[in-house]
């Protein structure tokens, strides 16, 4: 079973430990669901685990908006 408390279950983790070339690829490469536009970037990004998978959260440089960018397993892969 899963618990549903797992909601609450965020693993911070440290963005700016990434290399600098794949902070900017994550700041420039966004979908924005509020502009509807892809490559808006982010500001203040912040990652976290979760389920599992892990997030990168920002805000949309044009419109301010939460951006959140999701991911997949072998993105964060370590080799
Ligand atoms: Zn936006």
Redesign the pocket.
């Known amino acids: 079973m899963i618990d549903q408390k797992m909601n609450e279950n965020r693993v911070p983790r440290d963005f700016y430990a990434r290399d600098p070339e794949e902070q900017q690829l994550f700041l420039t490469d966004t979908w924005?669901d509020?502009?509807q536009?892809l490559g808006?970037g982010m500001r203040d990004p912040e990652e976290y685990e979760l389920f599992g998978m892990i997030f990168i959260e920002g805000k949309?440089?044009?419109?301010?908006?939460a951006?959140l960018t999701e991911l997949t397993e072998d993105e964060f892969d370590d080799e």
């Open positions: 924005c509020h502009c536009q808006l949309c440089c044009q419109c301010g908006e951006v």
